[in-house]
Protein backbone atom coordinates (compact mmCIF):
# COMPACT_ATOMS: atom_id res chain seq x y z
CA UNK A 1 0.00 0.00 0.00
CA UNK A 2 2.74 2.66 1.09
CA UNK A 3 4.54 1.94 -2.38
CA UNK A 4 0.82 2.60 -4.61
CA UNK A 5 1.09 5.72 -2.54
CA UNK A 6 4.68 7.03 -3.43
CA UNK A 7 3.77 6.16 -6.53
CA UNK A 8 0.72 8.32 -6.78
CA UNK A 9 2.20 11.03 -5.15
CA UNK A 10 5.50 10.95 -7.18
CA UNK A 11 4.02 11.43 -10.17
CA UNK A 12 1.21 14.02 -9.01
CA UNK A 13 5.08 15.94 -8.01
CA UNK A 14 6.96 15.00 -11.02
CA UNK A 15 4.02 16.03 -13.34
CA UNK A 16 3.67 19.77 -11.71
CA UNK A 17 7.66 20.17 -12.06
CA UNK A 18 7.30 18.98 -15.64
CA UNK A 19 4.42 21.55 -16.03
CA UNK A 20 6.60 24.78 -14.63
CA UNK A 21 9.39 23.59 -17.59
CA UNK A 22 6.81 23.19 -20.49
CA UNK A 23 4.81 26.21 -19.76
CA UNK A 24 5.50 28.16 -22.58
CA UNK A 25 4.32 25.43 -25.00
CA UNK A 26 1.11 24.44 -23.46
CA UNK A 27 -2.30 27.08 -24.40
CA UNK A 28 -4.92 26.96 -21.78
CA UNK A 29 -7.96 28.66 -22.23
CA UNK A 30 -9.78 30.01 -19.31
CA UNK A 31 -9.00 28.30 -16.19
CA UNK A 32 -10.80 25.60 -14.95
CA UNK A 33 -10.44 22.30 -13.21
CA UNK A 34 -12.50 19.50 -13.90
CA UNK A 35 -12.90 17.24 -10.48
CA UNK A 36 -14.02 13.57 -11.33
CA UNK A 37 -16.85 12.53 -12.71
CA UNK A 38 -18.94 9.33 -12.21
CA UNK A 39 -19.44 7.93 -15.55
CA UNK A 40 -22.69 8.14 -17.26
CA UNK A 41 -23.48 4.58 -16.62
CA UNK A 42 -24.01 4.86 -13.43
CA UNK A 43 -27.38 5.96 -10.91
CA UNK A 44 -26.80 9.36 -9.97
CA UNK A 45 -28.82 12.12 -8.53
CA UNK A 46 -27.29 16.17 -9.33
CA UNK A 47 -28.72 18.87 -6.81
CA UNK A 48 -27.77 22.04 -8.29
CA UNK A 49 -27.60 25.16 -6.30
CA UNK A 50 -31.05 26.61 -5.95
CA UNK A 51 -32.26 23.68 -4.68
CA UNK A 52 -29.56 23.27 -1.93
CA UNK A 53 -30.39 26.93 -0.97
CA UNK A 54 -33.84 26.57 -0.55
CA UNK A 55 -33.14 23.74 1.80
CA UNK A 56 -32.34 24.65 5.54
CA UNK A 57 -30.14 21.60 6.52
CA UNK A 58 -29.06 18.36 4.38
CA UNK A 59 -31.97 16.48 5.75
CA UNK A 60 -34.35 18.82 4.21
CA UNK A 61 -32.58 19.32 0.99
CA UNK A 62 -32.32 15.38 1.04
CA UNK A 63 -36.12 15.02 1.42
CA UNK A 64 -37.44 17.69 -0.93
CA UNK A 65 -35.06 16.08 -4.06
CA UNK A 66 -34.71 12.87 -3.67
CA UNK A 67 -36.33 9.54 -2.75
CA UNK A 68 -33.56 8.69 0.35
CA UNK A 69 -36.11 8.10 2.88
CA UNK A 70 -35.12 10.64 5.95
CA UNK A 71 -35.66 9.00 9.53
CA UNK A 72 -35.95 12.58 11.57
CA UNK A 73 -37.06 11.67 15.49
CA UNK A 74 -38.44 15.92 15.21
CA UNK A 75 -37.66 19.30 14.73
CA UNK A 76 -34.04 19.79 15.27
CA UNK A 77 -33.55 16.24 16.13
CA UNK A 78 -31.28 13.79 15.27
CA UNK A 79 -32.18 12.19 11.59
CA UNK A 80 -30.39 9.57 9.49
CA UNK A 81 -31.07 7.92 6.42
CA UNK A 82 -32.25 4.57 4.66
CA UNK A 83 -30.64 4.67 1.00
CA UNK A 84 -31.99 2.22 -1.47
CA UNK A 85 -33.13 -0.12 1.86
CA UNK A 86 -29.97 -0.25 3.92
CA UNK A 87 -29.18 1.10 7.19
CA UNK A 88 -27.98 4.92 8.34
CA UNK A 89 -24.15 3.71 8.46
CA UNK A 90 -24.27 2.25 5.12
CA UNK A 91 -24.24 5.96 3.35
CA UNK A 92 -21.09 7.54 3.07
CA UNK A 93 -21.08 11.56 3.22
CA UNK A 94 -18.22 13.13 1.67
CA UNK A 95 -17.22 16.88 1.63
CA UNK A 96 -15.16 17.87 -1.30
CA UNK A 97 -13.96 14.42 -1.22
CA UNK A 98 -13.60 13.95 2.71
CA UNK A 99 -15.66 11.17 4.51
CA UNK A 100 -17.47 12.86 7.39
CA UNK A 101 -19.02 9.46 8.94
CA UNK A 102 -18.41 8.94 12.65
CA UNK A 103 -16.07 6.11 13.10
CA UNK A 104 -18.01 5.07 16.62
CA UNK A 105 -21.23 4.63 14.77
CA UNK A 106 -20.57 4.95 10.91
CA UNK A 107 -23.51 7.26 10.46
CA UNK A 108 -23.66 11.14 10.45
CA UNK A 109 -26.91 13.22 11.81
CA UNK A 110 -28.12 15.34 8.74
CA UNK A 111 -29.56 17.77 10.93
CA UNK A 112 -26.47 19.21 12.28
CA UNK A 113 -25.17 20.08 7.99
CA UNK A 114 -26.79 23.31 6.97
CA UNK A 115 -26.75 23.66 3.44
CA UNK A 116 -25.80 27.29 3.62
CA UNK A 117 -22.34 25.74 3.86
CA UNK A 118 -22.10 24.09 0.32
CA UNK A 119 -22.95 24.58 -2.74
CA UNK A 120 -24.19 21.49 -4.41
CA UNK A 121 -24.77 18.05 -4.00
CA UNK A 122 -24.69 15.02 -5.50
CA UNK A 123 -26.40 11.19 -4.66
CA UNK A 124 -24.26 8.51 -6.04
CA UNK A 125 -27.05 5.41 -5.72
CA UNK A 126 -25.44 1.63 -5.55
CA UNK A 127 -22.34 0.60 -6.91
CA UNK A 128 -21.84 4.07 -7.70
CA UNK A 129 -20.97 4.50 -4.30
CA UNK A 130 -18.23 2.19 -4.39
CA UNK A 131 -15.94 4.71 -6.30
CA UNK A 132 -16.45 7.12 -3.01
CA UNK A 133 -15.08 4.44 -0.97
CA UNK A 134 -15.69 1.61 1.46
CA UNK A 135 -18.84 2.16 3.32
CA UNK A 136 -21.10 2.80 1.02
CA UNK A 137 -23.69 -0.14 0.85
CA UNK A 138 -26.99 2.15 -0.47
CA UNK A 139 -25.16 4.47 -1.85
CA UNK A 140 -23.28 7.92 -0.65
CA UNK A 141 -24.22 11.89 -0.63
CA UNK A 142 -21.50 14.62 -1.76
CA UNK A 143 -21.57 17.57 -0.70
CA UNK A 144 -18.89 20.41 -2.70
CA UNK A 145 -18.11 23.98 -2.58
CA UNK A 146 -18.20 25.50 -5.98
CA UNK A 147 -14.69 25.64 -7.41
CA UNK A 148 -13.58 29.80 -7.60
CA UNK A 149 -14.36 31.63 -10.44
CA UNK A 150 -11.02 33.74 -11.65
CA UNK A 151 -12.37 34.78 -14.75
CA UNK A 152 -11.68 39.02 -15.40
CA UNK A 153 -15.46 39.58 -15.75
CA UNK A 154 -15.77 38.25 -12.11
CA UNK A 155 -16.57 41.18 -9.42
CA UNK A 156 -14.07 41.62 -6.95
CA UNK A 157 -16.36 41.77 -4.04
CA UNK A 158 -19.28 39.67 -3.46
CA UNK A 159 -21.66 39.89 0.10
CA UNK A 160 -24.56 38.12 0.59
CA UNK A 161 -27.12 38.50 4.05
CA UNK A 162 -30.13 36.41 5.02
CA UNK A 163 -32.51 36.46 7.42
CA UNK A 164 -35.28 33.87 8.74
CA UNK A 165 -37.95 34.29 10.85
CA UNK A 166 -40.75 31.35 11.14
CA UNK A 167 -42.90 29.36 13.23
CA UNK A 168 -42.14 28.31 17.22
CA UNK A 169 -39.51 31.06 17.82
CA UNK A 170 -37.08 29.80 14.99
CA UNK A 171 -34.64 32.73 13.53
CA UNK A 172 -31.89 32.01 11.16
CA UNK A 173 -28.91 34.36 10.37
CA UNK A 174 -26.56 34.26 7.53
CA UNK A 175 -23.89 36.07 6.14
CA UNK A 176 -21.73 35.03 3.14
CA UNK A 177 -19.00 37.48 2.23
CA UNK A 178 -16.05 36.79 -0.70
CA UNK A 179 -12.87 38.53 -2.06
CA UNK A 180 -11.26 38.18 -5.24
CA UNK A 181 -7.87 39.62 -5.32
CA UNK A 182 -5.85 40.54 -9.04
CA UNK A 183 -3.54 38.28 -7.86
CA UNK A 184 -5.48 35.05 -7.79
CA UNK A 185 -5.96 34.94 -4.18
CA UNK A 186 -10.05 34.30 -3.16
CA UNK A 187 -11.03 34.64 0.59
CA UNK A 188 -14.71 33.68 1.36
CA UNK A 189 -16.10 33.75 4.58
CA UNK A 190 -19.92 32.17 5.50
CA UNK A 191 -21.21 32.57 9.33
CA UNK A 192 -24.64 30.90 10.30
CA UNK A 193 -26.45 31.09 13.46
CA UNK A 194 -29.92 29.03 14.12
CA UNK A 195 -32.07 29.34 17.05
CA UNK A 196 -35.75 27.56 17.53
CA UNK A 197 -37.96 26.64 20.45
CA UNK A 198 -40.08 24.04 18.48
CA UNK A 199 -42.77 24.44 20.88
CA UNK A 200 -45.15 23.52 18.52
CA UNK A 201 -48.79 22.02 19.48
CA UNK A 202 -49.32 18.37 18.98
CA UNK A 203 -52.10 16.23 19.10
CA UNK A 204 -51.38 13.26 21.88
CA UNK A 205 -52.22 10.34 20.41
CA UNK A 206 -50.70 8.23 23.24
CA UNK A 207 -53.60 9.80 25.88
CA UNK A 208 -57.12 9.26 26.27
CA UNK A 209 -59.41 12.01 23.83
CA UNK A 210 -56.34 12.19 22.03
CA UNK A 211 -55.44 15.76 23.62
CA UNK A 212 -53.66 19.22 22.05
CA UNK A 213 -50.23 19.25 23.90
CA UNK A 214 -46.99 21.45 23.64
CA UNK A 215 -43.92 19.82 22.78
CA UNK A 216 -41.54 20.64 25.55
CA UNK A 217 -37.46 20.36 25.05
CA UNK A 218 -37.23 20.72 21.69
CA UNK A 219 -35.48 23.63 21.86
CA UNK A 220 -31.67 24.21 19.93
CA UNK A 221 -28.86 26.67 19.38
CA UNK A 222 -26.66 26.15 16.16
CA UNK A 223 -24.31 28.69 15.31
CA UNK A 224 -20.80 27.88 12.51
CA UNK A 225 -17.99 29.61 10.57
CA UNK A 226 -16.90 28.18 7.37
CA UNK A 227 -13.04 30.06 5.59
CA UNK A 228 -11.51 29.03 2.55
CA UNK A 229 -8.80 30.81 1.40
CA UNK A 230 -7.50 29.56 -2.21
CA UNK A 231 -4.50 30.53 -4.68
CA UNK A 232 -4.51 30.25 -8.14
CA UNK A 233 -1.49 29.33 -9.84
CA UNK A 234 -0.59 28.69 -13.28
CA UNK A 235 -1.97 25.14 -13.80
CA UNK A 236 -3.78 24.10 -10.43
CA UNK A 237 -5.08 25.79 -7.15
CA UNK A 238 -4.07 25.29 -3.61
CA UNK A 239 -7.02 25.86 -1.28
CA UNK A 240 -7.64 25.55 2.79
CA UNK A 241 -11.29 25.09 3.78
CA UNK A 242 -12.24 25.66 8.13
CA UNK A 243 -15.32 24.50 8.91
CA UNK A 244 -16.34 24.74 12.97
CA UNK A 245 -20.07 23.73 14.03
CA UNK A 246 -21.82 24.18 17.14
CA UNK A 247 -25.36 22.69 18.22
CA UNK A 248 -26.33 22.99 21.84
CA UNK A 249 -30.16 21.40 22.16
CA UNK A 250 -32.32 19.71 24.41
CA UNK A 251 -33.99 16.02 23.67
CA UNK A 252 -37.85 15.66 23.81
CA UNK A 253 -39.22 12.63 25.31
CA UNK A 254 -41.22 10.11 23.00
CA UNK A 255 -45.04 10.47 23.98
CA UNK A 256 -44.51 7.32 25.91
CA UNK A 257 -41.64 8.14 28.04
CA UNK A 258 -41.10 10.66 30.77
CA UNK A 259 -39.28 13.76 30.65
CA UNK A 260 -35.94 12.83 31.67
CA UNK A 261 -34.14 15.96 31.07
CA UNK A 262 -31.90 15.19 28.37
CA UNK A 263 -29.72 17.19 26.40
CA UNK A 264 -27.21 16.89 23.83
CA UNK A 265 -23.98 19.34 22.40
CA UNK A 266 -22.17 18.26 19.38
CA UNK A 267 -19.15 20.33 18.26
CA UNK A 268 -17.47 19.89 15.17
CA UNK A 269 -13.82 21.14 13.56
CA UNK A 270 -13.56 19.89 10.13
CA UNK A 271 -10.37 20.87 7.74
CA UNK A 272 -8.85 20.77 4.59
CA UNK A 273 -6.16 21.51 2.57
CA UNK A 274 -6.55 20.94 -0.57
CA UNK A 275 -4.22 20.84 -4.66
CA UNK A 276 -5.72 20.32 -7.58
CA UNK A 277 -4.67 20.87 -10.95
CA UNK A 278 -3.44 19.51 -14.01
CA UNK A 279 -0.70 19.06 -16.65
CA UNK A 280 -0.57 17.37 -20.39
CA UNK A 281 -2.69 14.40 -19.79
CA UNK A 282 -2.53 14.45 -16.39
CA UNK A 283 -5.36 15.88 -13.81
CA UNK A 284 -4.49 15.37 -10.38
CA UNK A 285 -5.99 16.22 -6.78
CA UNK A 286 -4.47 15.93 -3.22
CA UNK A 287 -6.15 16.46 0.08
CA UNK A 288 -5.28 16.21 3.39
CA UNK A 289 -8.29 16.64 5.95
CA UNK A 290 -8.42 16.91 9.74
CA UNK A 291 -11.79 15.88 11.12
CA UNK A 292 -12.57 16.37 15.26
CA UNK A 293 -15.81 15.77 16.73
CA UNK A 294 -17.07 15.95 19.91
CA UNK A 295 -20.40 14.79 21.32
CA UNK A 296 -21.40 15.16 25.07
CA UNK A 297 -24.94 13.75 26.57
CA UNK A 298 -26.76 14.49 29.29
CA UNK A 299 -29.55 12.84 31.18
CA UNK A 300 -30.27 14.77 34.44
CA UNK A 301 -32.91 12.52 36.12
CA UNK A 302 -30.74 8.94 35.17
CA UNK A 303 -27.52 11.24 36.54
CA UNK A 304 -25.74 10.54 33.60
CA UNK A 305 -23.41 12.64 31.59
CA UNK A 306 -21.25 10.94 29.05
CA UNK A 307 -18.66 12.72 26.47
CA UNK A 308 -17.23 11.62 23.32
CA UNK A 309 -14.17 12.56 21.72
CA UNK A 310 -13.15 11.38 17.87
CA UNK A 311 -10.45 12.25 15.29
CA UNK A 312 -9.97 11.47 11.68
CA UNK A 313 -7.01 12.24 9.82
CA UNK A 314 -6.72 11.52 6.31
CA UNK A 315 -4.92 12.04 2.89
CA UNK A 316 -7.30 11.33 -0.37
CA UNK A 317 -5.30 10.70 -3.91
CA UNK A 318 -6.98 11.49 -7.32
CA UNK A 319 -4.97 10.96 -10.60
CA UNK A 320 -6.38 10.63 -13.90
CA UNK A 321 -4.42 10.25 -17.08
CA UNK A 322 -6.25 10.91 -20.06
CA UNK A 323 -5.08 8.24 -22.87
CA UNK A 324 -7.06 9.26 -25.51
CA UNK A 325 -10.27 11.71 -25.69
CA UNK A 326 -12.36 8.65 -25.35
CA UNK A 327 -10.02 6.84 -22.30
CA UNK A 328 -9.28 7.39 -19.16
CA UNK A 329 -7.04 5.43 -16.30
CA UNK A 330 -8.05 6.99 -13.03
CA UNK A 331 -6.54 5.90 -9.67
CA UNK A 332 -7.69 7.10 -6.01
CA UNK A 333 -5.98 6.53 -2.55
CA UNK A 334 -7.53 7.22 0.24
CA UNK A 335 -5.75 6.95 4.05
CA UNK A 336 -7.64 7.41 6.99
CA UNK A 337 -6.39 7.60 10.28
CA UNK A 338 -9.41 6.97 12.68
CA UNK A 339 -9.37 7.88 16.89
CA UNK A 340 -11.75 7.79 19.34
CA UNK A 341 -12.30 8.37 22.78
CA UNK A 342 -15.32 7.73 24.28
CA UNK A 343 -16.56 6.92 28.18
CA UNK A 344 -18.07 3.64 26.64
CA UNK A 345 -14.61 1.92 25.88
CA UNK A 346 -12.23 1.02 28.73
CA UNK A 347 -9.37 2.80 26.23
CA UNK A 348 -8.74 5.22 23.82
CA UNK A 349 -9.48 3.38 20.46
CA UNK A 350 -6.98 3.88 17.37
CA UNK A 351 -6.93 2.25 13.76
CA UNK A 352 -6.02 3.12 9.99
CA UNK A 353 -8.27 2.63 7.22
CA UNK A 354 -6.57 2.43 3.83
CA UNK A 355 -8.18 1.86 0.34
CA UNK A 356 -6.39 2.18 -3.19
CA UNK A 357 -9.09 2.34 -6.31
CA UNK A 358 -7.85 1.69 -9.76
CA UNK A 359 -9.59 1.61 -12.86
CA UNK A 360 -10.36 2.68 -16.76
CA UNK A 361 -13.10 4.63 -18.40
CA UNK A 362 -13.95 4.21 -22.51
CA UNK A 363 -16.23 4.79 -24.86
CA UNK A 364 -16.25 2.84 -27.95
CA UNK A 365 -18.07 4.07 -30.29
CA UNK A 366 -21.91 4.67 -28.84
CA UNK A 367 -20.79 1.88 -26.02
CA UNK A 368 -19.24 3.56 -22.71
CA UNK A 369 -17.53 1.47 -20.12
CA UNK A 370 -16.13 1.87 -16.93
CA UNK A 371 -14.48 -0.73 -14.75
CA UNK A 372 -13.07 0.14 -10.92
CA UNK A 373 -11.29 -2.51 -8.22
CA UNK A 374 -11.02 -1.31 -4.87
CA UNK A 375 -8.40 -2.84 -2.45
CA UNK A 376 -8.52 -2.51 1.82
CA UNK A 377 -7.43 -2.55 4.72
CA UNK A 378 -8.49 -2.07 8.01
CA UNK A 379 -6.98 -3.39 11.26
CA UNK A 380 -6.95 -7.45 10.20
CA UNK A 381 -9.02 -7.33 7.55
CA UNK A 382 -8.43 -7.72 4.33
CA UNK A 383 -10.42 -7.39 0.76
CA UNK A 384 -8.54 -7.04 -2.41
CA UNK A 385 -11.29 -7.78 -4.22
CA UNK A 386 -14.25 -5.30 -4.96
CA UNK A 387 -14.60 -4.62 -8.17
CA UNK A 388 -17.27 -2.66 -10.24
CA UNK A 389 -18.70 -2.70 -13.88
CA UNK A 390 -20.87 -0.56 -15.73
CA UNK A 391 -21.98 -0.53 -19.19
CA UNK A 392 -24.03 2.31 -21.31
CA UNK A 393 -25.07 1.96 -24.60
CA UNK A 394 -26.64 4.94 -26.88
CA UNK A 395 -29.53 2.91 -29.03
CA UNK A 396 -28.14 3.91 -32.95
CA UNK A 397 -31.83 4.48 -34.35
CA UNK A 398 -33.21 6.43 -31.49
CA UNK A 399 -30.42 7.91 -30.20
CA UNK A 400 -32.59 10.13 -27.22
CA UNK A 401 -32.32 6.70 -25.12
CA UNK A 402 -29.32 5.24 -23.26
CA UNK A 403 -29.35 1.49 -21.84
CA UNK A 404 -27.43 1.49 -18.38
CA UNK A 405 -26.48 -1.29 -16.50
CA UNK A 406 -23.59 -1.33 -13.41
CA UNK A 407 -22.60 -4.23 -11.29
CA UNK A 408 -20.15 -3.80 -7.38
CA UNK A 409 -19.22 -5.47 -4.29
CA UNK A 410 -18.83 -3.58 -1.69
CA UNK A 411 -17.75 -3.58 2.16
CA UNK A 412 -18.72 -1.89 5.08
CA UNK A 413 -17.03 -2.81 8.22
CA UNK A 414 -18.06 -2.76 11.70
CA UNK A 415 -17.33 0.74 13.89
CA UNK A 416 -15.95 1.09 16.88
CA UNK A 417 -18.98 1.15 18.96
CA UNK A 418 -20.08 -2.58 17.51
CA UNK A 419 -16.18 -3.70 18.09
CA UNK A 420 -15.05 -2.07 21.61
CA UNK A 421 -18.37 -0.93 23.49
CA UNK A 422 -18.44 -1.70 27.43
CA UNK A 423 -20.69 -3.74 27.64
CA UNK A 424 -21.51 -5.33 24.85
CA UNK A 425 -18.95 -5.12 22.19
CA UNK A 426 -18.20 -7.36 19.99
CA UNK A 427 -14.38 -8.00 18.38
CA UNK A 428 -15.11 -11.41 16.38
CA UNK A 429 -17.43 -9.32 14.33
CA UNK A 430 -16.67 -9.59 10.37
CA UNK A 431 -17.32 -6.87 7.39
CA UNK A 432 -20.71 -6.76 6.06
CA UNK A 433 -20.25 -7.41 2.32
CA UNK A 434 -23.23 -6.14 -0.26
CA UNK A 435 -23.22 -7.64 -4.13
CA UNK A 436 -25.39 -4.79 -5.95
CA UNK A 437 -26.55 -4.59 -9.73
CA UNK A 438 -28.92 -2.66 -11.24
CA UNK A 439 -30.42 -2.24 -15.16
CA UNK A 440 -31.94 1.04 -16.45
CA UNK A 441 -32.95 3.40 -19.43
CA UNK A 442 -32.46 7.02 -19.60
CA UNK A 443 -34.79 9.12 -22.06
CA UNK A 444 -33.09 12.13 -23.12
CA UNK A 445 -33.82 14.31 -26.30
CA UNK A 446 -30.82 14.71 -28.89
CA UNK A 447 -32.16 18.86 -29.71
CA UNK A 448 -34.68 19.23 -26.32
CA UNK A 449 -33.11 19.57 -22.97
CA UNK A 450 -36.26 20.57 -21.72
CA UNK A 451 -37.51 16.72 -20.62
CA UNK A 452 -35.64 14.35 -19.34
CA UNK A 453 -36.62 10.85 -17.71
CA UNK A 454 -34.95 7.93 -16.25
CA UNK A 455 -36.15 4.17 -15.00
CA UNK A 456 -33.76 1.85 -12.93
CA UNK A 457 -34.43 -1.59 -11.52
CA UNK A 458 -31.52 -2.42 -8.75
CA UNK A 459 -31.30 -5.32 -6.74
CA UNK A 460 -28.63 -6.24 -4.01
CA UNK A 461 -27.50 -8.80 -1.16
CA UNK A 462 -26.53 -7.47 1.92
CA UNK A 463 -24.45 -10.43 3.70
CA UNK A 464 -23.11 -10.37 7.52
CA UNK A 465 -25.27 -7.46 8.28
CA UNK A 466 -24.76 -6.40 11.71
CA UNK A 467 -27.56 -6.35 14.38
CA UNK A 468 -27.57 -5.32 17.92
CA UNK A 469 -29.95 -7.42 20.11
CA UNK A 470 -30.11 -8.37 23.79
CA UNK A 471 -28.90 -11.25 25.21
CA UNK A 472 -28.84 -14.29 27.85
CA UNK A 473 -27.67 -11.31 30.02
CA UNK A 474 -29.93 -8.78 29.04
CA UNK A 475 -26.59 -7.08 27.33
CA UNK A 476 -27.01 -5.57 23.84
CA UNK A 477 -24.51 -6.95 21.82
CA UNK A 478 -23.76 -6.72 17.97
CA UNK A 479 -23.55 -10.30 15.72
CA UNK A 480 -23.26 -10.97 12.10
CA UNK A 481 -26.86 -12.23 11.94
CA UNK A 482 -28.56 -10.83 8.96
CA UNK A 483 -28.74 -11.36 5.12
CA UNK A 484 -30.76 -8.72 3.65
CA UNK A 485 -32.16 -8.55 0.38
CA UNK A 486 -32.93 -5.25 -1.44
CA UNK A 487 -34.46 -4.58 -4.27
CA UNK A 488 -36.67 -1.80 -6.27
CA UNK A 489 -37.23 0.69 -8.76
CA UNK A 490 -36.40 4.14 -9.27
CA UNK A 491 -37.95 6.30 -11.46
CA UNK A 492 -37.82 10.08 -12.29
CA UNK A 493 -39.20 12.94 -14.78
CA UNK A 494 -38.37 16.40 -15.31
CA UNK A 495 -39.74 18.98 -18.00
CA UNK A 496 -39.33 22.36 -18.38
CA UNK A 497 -41.35 24.67 -20.46
CA UNK A 498 -40.96 28.89 -21.66
CA UNK A 499 -44.14 29.91 -22.60
CA UNK A 500 -43.59 33.61 -23.68
CA UNK A 501 -42.17 35.47 -20.27
CA UNK A 502 -43.63 32.17 -18.20
CA UNK A 503 -40.81 29.40 -17.32
CA UNK A 504 -42.92 26.13 -16.06
CA UNK A 505 -40.46 23.57 -14.19
CA UNK A 506 -42.20 20.61 -12.89
CA UNK A 507 -39.57 17.36 -11.18
CA UNK A 508 -41.35 14.30 -9.91
CA UNK A 509 -39.40 11.38 -8.25
CA UNK A 510 -40.87 7.41 -7.45
CA UNK A 511 -39.23 4.68 -5.59
CA UNK A 512 -40.51 1.11 -4.75
CA UNK A 513 -38.06 -0.87 -2.39
CA UNK A 514 -38.50 -3.78 -0.91
CA UNK A 515 -36.05 -4.91 1.88
CA UNK A 516 -36.39 -7.95 3.75
CA UNK A 517 -34.87 -10.55 5.90
CA UNK A 518 -33.75 -13.30 3.80
CA UNK A 519 -31.53 -15.39 6.72
CA UNK A 520 -31.30 -14.99 10.31
CA UNK A 521 -28.62 -16.98 12.34
CA UNK A 522 -31.69 -17.01 15.36
CA UNK A 523 -34.09 -19.05 16.38
CA UNK A 524 -36.55 -16.15 16.25
CA UNK A 525 -38.05 -16.41 12.88
CA UNK A 526 -40.72 -13.54 12.74
CA UNK A 527 -38.59 -11.36 10.80
CA UNK A 528 -38.04 -13.57 8.07
CA UNK A 529 -38.72 -12.52 4.39
CA UNK A 530 -40.53 -9.28 6.40
CA UNK A 531 -39.98 -5.73 5.31
CA UNK A 532 -36.60 -4.36 7.04
CA UNK A 533 -38.47 -1.29 9.66
CA UNK A 534 -38.61 1.99 9.12
CA UNK A 535 -38.11 1.48 5.46
CA UNK A 536 -41.52 2.55 3.23
CA UNK A 537 -41.76 0.61 0.40
CA UNK A 538 -43.52 3.58 -1.64
CA UNK A 539 -41.91 6.98 -1.63
CA UNK A 540 -43.13 9.72 -3.99
CA UNK A 541 -41.98 13.44 -4.00
CA UNK A 542 -42.84 16.69 -6.84
CA UNK A 543 -42.34 20.13 -6.89
CA UNK A 544 -43.66 22.74 -9.73
CA UNK A 545 -42.59 26.00 -10.15
CA UNK A 546 -43.88 28.87 -12.31
CA UNK A 547 -41.75 31.60 -12.68
CA UNK A 548 -43.27 35.21 -14.03
CA UNK A 549 -40.41 37.31 -14.24
CA UNK A 550 -38.91 38.18 -10.85
CA UNK A 551 -41.39 36.37 -9.39
CA UNK A 552 -41.79 32.71 -8.48
CA UNK A 553 -44.48 30.39 -6.69
CA UNK A 554 -43.28 26.92 -6.10
CA UNK A 555 -45.52 23.94 -4.64
CA UNK A 556 -43.68 20.64 -3.21
CA UNK A 557 -45.02 17.50 -2.05
CA UNK A 558 -43.95 13.80 -0.71
CA UNK A 559 -45.60 10.95 0.12
CA UNK A 560 -44.09 8.36 2.23
CA UNK A 561 -45.64 4.93 2.52
CA UNK A 562 -46.53 2.70 5.58
CA UNK A 563 -43.68 1.73 7.38
CA UNK A 564 -43.32 -1.32 9.62
CA UNK A 565 -42.17 -0.69 13.22
CA UNK A 566 -41.77 -4.06 14.55
CA UNK A 567 -39.84 -6.98 12.84
CA UNK A 568 -42.48 -8.89 12.39
CA UNK A 569 -44.37 -6.55 10.66
CA UNK A 570 -47.32 -6.53 13.21
CA UNK A 571 -47.05 -2.78 13.60
CA UNK A 572 -47.19 0.17 11.62
CA UNK A 573 -47.15 4.18 10.75
CA UNK A 574 -49.31 5.23 8.15
CA UNK A 575 -48.74 6.69 5.10
CA UNK A 576 -48.57 10.53 5.00
CA UNK A 577 -48.76 13.23 2.47
CA UNK A 578 -46.75 16.66 2.88
CA UNK A 579 -46.83 19.61 0.72
CA UNK A 580 -45.24 23.30 0.99
CA UNK A 581 -45.54 26.46 -0.79
CA UNK A 582 -43.32 29.08 -1.08
CA UNK A 583 -43.71 32.29 -2.91
CA UNK A 584 -40.67 34.36 -3.51
CA UNK A 585 -39.87 37.64 -5.14
CA UNK A 586 -37.17 39.48 -6.46
CA UNK A 587 -35.89 42.96 -6.40
CA UNK A 588 -33.29 44.85 -8.12
CA UNK A 589 -31.90 48.20 -7.72
CA UNK A 590 -28.70 48.81 -9.45
CA UNK A 591 -26.14 46.31 -8.22
CA UNK A 592 -28.10 45.54 -5.26
CA UNK A 593 -30.67 42.55 -5.17
CA UNK A 594 -33.23 41.82 -2.85
CA UNK A 595 -35.24 38.84 -1.96
CA UNK A 596 -38.52 38.32 -0.05
CA UNK A 597 -39.37 35.18 0.40
CA UNK A 598 -42.71 33.28 1.99
CA UNK A 599 -43.10 29.47 2.81
CA UNK A 600 -45.69 27.39 4.71
CA UNK A 601 -44.34 23.68 5.62
CA UNK A 602 -47.44 21.14 5.99
CA UNK A 603 -49.51 23.37 4.09
CA UNK A 604 -52.63 21.25 4.60
CA UNK A 605 -51.73 20.85 8.48
CA UNK A 606 -51.29 16.81 8.61
CA UNK A 607 -50.70 15.23 11.77
CA UNK A 608 -47.95 12.58 11.26
CA UNK A 609 -45.15 10.80 12.65
CA UNK A 610 -41.25 9.96 11.10
CA UNK A 611 -40.92 7.65 13.95
CA UNK A 612 -43.07 6.04 16.27
CA UNK A 613 -44.38 8.37 19.03
CA UNK A 614 -42.28 11.52 17.89
CA UNK A 615 -44.65 14.12 16.63
CA UNK A 616 -43.82 16.31 13.68
CA UNK A 617 -44.58 20.06 13.77
CA UNK A 618 -48.17 20.63 11.73
CA UNK A 619 -48.60 23.78 9.60
CA UNK A 620 -45.86 26.00 10.03
CA UNK A 621 -44.72 29.51 8.48
CA UNK A 622 -40.92 30.79 7.49
CA UNK A 623 -40.78 34.33 6.04
CA UNK A 624 -36.83 35.15 4.46
CA UNK A 625 -35.58 38.26 3.56
CA UNK A 626 -32.30 38.22 1.54
CA UNK A 627 -29.57 40.93 0.42
CA UNK A 628 -26.87 40.41 -1.74
CA UNK A 629 -24.31 42.48 -4.34
Not at 37 to 58: C, E, F, G, R, W
Not at 265 to 277: A, H, Y
Not at 371 to 380: A, D
Not at 488 to 502: D, F, N, P, T, Y
Request: net charge positive; glycine share 4%; hydrophobic share 35%.
Amino acid sequence: MVKHITHIIFIVLSSNLLAQEKLDTIHFKPFTVVDFKLPTSYTTTKIDSAAVVSSQNLSDMLQQNSTVFIKTYGAGSLASVSFRGTGASHTKVLWNGVALNSPMNGQIDFSLYPTFFFDNAELHHGAGGLIDGNGALGGSVLMNNATPDFSASKKPYQLSISSTVGSFGKYINTIKASYNTKKNWMLETRIYYAVAENNFEYINIAKQNNPKEKLERANFTQKGIQQSIIKKLKNNTLGVRFWYFNSDRNLSPTLLSENNNEAQKDESFRTLLEWKGFVEKFSYQLTGSFIADKLIYENEKSAILSESNTKTTGLNGNLSYYITKKTTLLAKVNLQNENANSDGFLTTKNRLNTSFLVGLESKIKKLDVAIFNRTSKVENNNNFFAPTLSLGYQLPKIEQFYVKASFGINYNYPTFNDLYWNPGGNPDLVPEKAKMSEVGLKYLPKNNKNVAAEITYFYSLVDNWILWQPTATAIWSPTNLKKVENKGVEARLSVQQKISEVIIKISSKYAYTQSTNIELHSTDNASINKQLIYVPKQQFNTDFLVQFKNTSLSYYYRYTGIRYISTDNNWLLPSNYVSDVAIQQQIKITNYNLALKFRINNLFNQNYQSIAWRPMPQRNYLLTLSFSL
